[in-house]
């Protein structure tokens, strides 16, 4: 155990990181230290994010775009301010490619109600066909069965091999020439893997497809850069990467930001409004009817900040390490079965597990009794449940702040939970 360990010295100051973070001192049941475990269905956020929010509301709190008075022009210069950050973030070729909405799900109903709104040549209609993957969270799902409701087009999928990876041994039957939109993640939020984003994106550019990747696992975690990924779309969260819920982005290519219909309708969206008729407002504008976020927006840009200066390079390889650590012990737990992936190679900082014929709800209690906080059910992605016949899971899954010591409390809490239902 301590020669597992001693590989993760040196690639960040957790120390000094979960310093920044003030629910990290919190305790639970008795006193019991929170060991928290669940950010990949939401993250902790550093005092920098926090006092960027304060600070916004107490100081700049205006709408934005509109007023010529100083708050106005000051809360304008934040919310774009923040467009910039995210754009260097994930090296966009332009800030107009950034769109900001709630969260990753409003970004791919976004494109999911643009294409079935558009003009040929995006027109998804009868003729055509869409283009998943079963291990997606269901706002990757969801989205495209209603615009195939809608639509009539069909609906197809790729599956998922017995150790949790993409099967992508039918690709060319999946992927055609009747296919519009293929959507997909780069990293599952259950299964923990790294999807083969190259191989799918070749077939799809092969048959004129669009390609629209769901990022909300791989933003917080990995470096992000949109032009190397090659996709049309990319779509992702705040809340998962030290930033406020309430924010999502979505990053397009501007040639289709500009072609395409704009979904909501509103202020801010448009040009110019008469009686008979609209013009609308350029990108990004045009896909972001009414009154933004605006405090989220400053909060993400914030966020945005504290994890470039920490690189995320170096939180891509202390992540690893630790997943690598909680593979090893885990796969030490007598009766612990790992879904997805039973390596630390090509997979992200979650792991979804079942404990002999115990629960997951009943596991999930009896460690947050211990102050072990992990998150259990099919963590919206059941059609992955239902591939590999069990009712749900328990996911640790793990983030900048993560360390050894909590990896190891998790199994000595898994250790009691056996011992509890003997």
Not at 158 to 164: A, Q, R
Not at 180 to 196: D, E, M, R
């Given at each position: 155990?301590?020669?597992?360990?001693?590989?993760l010295?040196?690639?960040?100051?957790?120390?000094?990181?979960?310093?920044?973070?003030?629910?990290?001192?919190?305790?639970?049941?008795?006193?019991?230290?929170?060991?928290?475990?669940?950010?990949?269905?939401?993250?902790?956020?550093?005092?920098?994010v926090?006092?960027?929010?304060?600070?916004?509301?107490?100081?700049?709190?205006?709408?934005?775009?509109?007023?010529?008075?100083?708050?106005?022009?000051?809360?304008?210069?934040?919310?774009?301010?923040?467009?910039?950050?995210?754009?260097?973030?994930?090296?966009?070729?332009?800030?107009?490619?950034?769109?900001?909405?709630?969260?990753?799900?409003?970004?791919?109903?976004?494109?999911?109600?643009?294409l079935?709104?558009?003009?040929?040549?995006?027109?998804?209609?009868?003729?055509?066909?869409?283009?998943?993957?079963?291990?997606?969270?269901?706002?990757?799902?969801?989205?495209?069965?209603?615009?195939?409701?809608?639509?009539?087009?069909?609906?197809?999928?790729?599956?998922?091999?017995?150790?949790?990876r993409?099967?992508?041994?039918?690709i060319?039957?999946?992927?055609?020439?009747?296919?519009?939109?293929?959507?997909?993640?780069?990293?599952?939020?259950?299964?923990?893997?790294?999807n083969?984003v190259?191989?799918?994106?070749?077939?799809?550019?092969?048959?004129?497809?669009l390609?629209?990747?769901?990022?909300?696992?791989?933003?917080?975690?990995?470096?992000?850069?949109?032009?190397?990924?090659?996709a049309?779309?990319?779509?992702?969260?705040?809340?998962?990467?030290?930033?406020?819920?309430?924010?999502?982005?979505?990053?397009?290519?501007?040639?289709?930001?500009?072609?395409?219909?704009?979904?909501?309708?509103?202020?801010?969206?448009?040009?110019?409004?008469?009686?008979?008729?609209?013009?609308?407002?350029?990108?990004?504008?045009?896909?972001?009817?009414?009154?933004?976020?605006?405090?989220?927006?400053?909060?993400?840009?914030?966020?945005?900040?504290?994890?470039?200066?920490i690189?995320?390079?170096?939180?891509?390889?202390?992540?690893?390490?630790?997943t690598?650590?909680?593979?090893?012990?885990?796969?030490?737990?007598?009766?612990?079965?790992?879904?997805?992936?039973?390596?630390?190679?090509?997979?992200?900082?979650?792991?979804?597990?079942?404990?002999?014929?115990?629960?997951?709800?009943?596991?999930?209690q009896?460690?947050d009794e211990?102050?072990?906080?992990?998150?259990?059910?099919?963590?919206?992605?059941?059609?992955v449940?239902?591939?590999?016949?069990?009712?749900?899971?328990?996911?640790?899954?793990?983030?900048?702040?993560?360390?050894?010591?909590?990896?190891?409390?998790?199994?000595?809490?898994?250790?009691?939970?056996?011992?509890?239902?003997?």
């Amino acid at each position: 155990m301590t020669d597992a360990r001693q590989g993760l010295s040196g690639l960040l100051d957790t120390e000094a990181i979960r310093k920044d973070f003030p629910i990290l001192d919190r305790t639970v049941h008795d006193g019991k230290k929170i060991v928290y475990l669940d950010s990949a269905a939401t993250s902790q956020k550093p005092r920098q994010v926090l006092d960027a929010l304060n600070a916004y509301y107490e100081r700049h709190n205006a709408n934005v775009h509109r007023g010529v008075y100083t708050i106005a022009e000051e809360a304008t210069a934040l919310y774009e301010g923040a467009r910039d950050k995210v754009a260097a973030f994930i090296n966009a070729p332009s800030r107009d490619e950034v769109i900001f909405t709630k969260n990753a799900s409003e970004s791919l109903n976004l494109v999911a109600n643009m294409l079935g709104w558009a003009d040929e040549p995006y027109r998804v209609d009868r003729d055509t066909e869409i283009v998943t993957t079963e291990m997606e969270h269901h706002s990757n799902i969801v989205p495209w069965q209603l615009l195939a409701q809608r639509t009539g087009a069909k609906l197809k999928w790729f599956g998922i091999t017995d150790d949790g990876r993409l099967d992508l041994s039918n690709i060319d039957e999946i992927i055609t020439e009747k296919t519009k939109i293929v959507s997909f993640t780069l990293v599952s939020n259950i299964l923990g893997t790294v999807n083969p984003v190259e191989q799918i994106i070749r077939r799809a550019q092969q048959v004129g497809a669009l390609v629209c990747i769901d990022a909300s696992q791989a933003a917080p975690h990995m470096v992000l850069d949109v032009q190397a990924l090659q996709a049309d779309f990319v779509a992702f969260t705040g809340h998962k990467m030290v930033g406020p819920t309430g924010i999502g982005v979505l990053w397009g290519r501007q040639e289709l930001l500009e072609d395409l219909p704009p979904f909501l309708g509103g202020g801010e969206m448009i040009e110019t409004v008469s009686m008979h008729s609209s013009t609308y407002a350029p990108a990004p504008h045009k896909f972001e009817a009414g009154t933004p976020p605006i405090a989220q927006a400053v909060g993400l840009g914030a966020a945005v900040d504290y994890l470039t200066a920490i690189g995320m390079e170096r939180i891509h390889q202390h992540e690893k390490a630790i997943t690598e650590y909680a593979v090893k012990r885990l796969l030490d737990v007598p009766d612990l079965r790992i879904i997805g992936p039973a390596t630390a190679e090509d997979r992200g900082a979650a792991i979804s597990f079942t404990l002999g014929d115990i629960h997951p709800h009943d596991v999930g209690q009896v460690l947050d009794e211990q102050g072990v906080a992990v998150r259990v059910g099919h963590h919206c992605a059941r059609p992955v449940c239902l591939r590999f016949g069990i009712p749900a899971t328990t996911r640790a899954s793990f983030y900048l702040y993560s360390t050894p010591a909590e990896v190891d409390a998790l199994v000595d809490g898994l250790e009691h939970v056996r011992n509890f239902f003997g």
